[in-house]
């Protein structure tokens, strides 16, 4: 943290809807080392123009959405890294959008191994085609085409690759959104998607056992690997990031065997290996290409 530096704060309690007119003073700085800054060289006893260029932007999936302007992981084209199309359920009246590999109609199956990605030049073009649009109707189908509503934040010096400047947040996409929606999957609360005949749902009986076994553990567990955990099945409100990871990765495999049919807890045990090797302090070029078979197959599996 002795790195950072904090460059605003946006006060809440709402987000703002134009992320780039909180950012404007940054991105003056921004354009201003592009430039380059008049810095004196004590080594050579020369001026010489200091530059400096913003790579990366890094931010929860909201905030990302704000970032890159576009319509975000509700939207029928959602995603900011590639071009896959959702899809809803048309005989439901929830008309929340997701993203399965194949579609339930058949029509349509995603080669995981090649997605359409998106090219920093989409947001370009969508942009021009939304200016050059003549009425608001136009305006929005197009953004609901493309998934894109206008040029970014943070555009004006141009070093940022939107397509591969924006690292996806791994906190919030894995640790406060799948395993959420995974133990809530087991427990049979999933937005009113599951019901008590789902072979994947574990008895109230042995979730409450499953409750006070992570309580007791935790009591022996170093506070300098976890922080305290209380009993996630009578209340989740305390469980941040830090304690659905570790929960997950270290003490869900126990918890769950035998409790968790097995092909589910197989799976379950898959991603623990996933979220194990991408939290790993190094990682060599091998492990990547083994880790995106690994992903990809479960991925698979979870759609069956």
């Avoid at 003073?25 to 020369?46: H, M, N, Q």
């Avoid at 939207?75 to 009246?93: E, F, M, Q, T, Y």
């Avoid at 799948?178 to 574990?202: A, P, Q, R, Y």
Wanted: overall charge positive; some cysteine.
């Amino acid at each position: 943290m002795g790195r950072l530096i904090c460059v605003g704060v946006i006060p809440g309690p709402k987000g703002p809807k134009r992320l780039d007119t909180f950012v404007s003073p940054f991105e003056d700085e921004c354009v201003s080392l592009a430039y380059g800054i008049k810095t004196f060289d004590c080594t050579t006893r020369d001026y010489f123009p200091l530059r400096g260029y913003q790579l990366f932007f890094l931010a929860d999936i909201v905030a990302m959405e704000k970032g890159l302007n576009i319509k975000g992981h509700n939207a029928k084209c959602p995603c900011r890294s590639c071009r896959i199309r959702a899809v809803n359920d048309p005989n439901s009246k929830n008309k929340t959008y997701y993203v399965p590999l194949f579609h339930p109609s058949g029509q349509t199956a995603w080669d995981p191994k090649n997605l359409p990605l998106r090219s920093h030049g989409d947001w370009c073009r969508a942009t021009r085609a939304i200016e050059n649009a003549s009425t608001k109707k136009d305006k929005e189908a197009i953004a609901q085409k493309t998934g894109i509503k206008g040029m970014p934040a943070f555009s004006r010096v141009g070093s940022l690759n939107y397509a591969r400047g924006m690292p996806w947040d791994f906190m919030h996409l894995l640790f406060e959104n799948v395993v959420k929606n995974l133990f809530n999957m087991w427990m049979g609360s999933f937005k009113n998607l599951t019901s008590e005949n789902e072979d994947f749902i574990i008895p109230a009986d042995i979730w409450k056992k499953i409750g006070k076994e992570t309580v007791n553990a935790v009591k022996y567990i170093p506070s300098q690997f976890v922080r305290s955990v209380k009993n996630l099945v009578d209340d989740q409100t305390t469980m941040n990031a830090e304690a659905w990871s570790f929960w997950f990765m270290y003490m869900a495999p126990i918890l769950l065997k035998n409790r968790l049919v097995e092909k589910y807890y197989r799976h379950a045990c898959d991603l623990v290996t996933i979220m194990k090797m991408c939290t790993q302090f190094s990682i060599t070029r091998e492990e990547v290409d083994e880790l995106e078979e690994h992903i990809i197959q479960w991925v698979q599996r979870y759609e069956k």
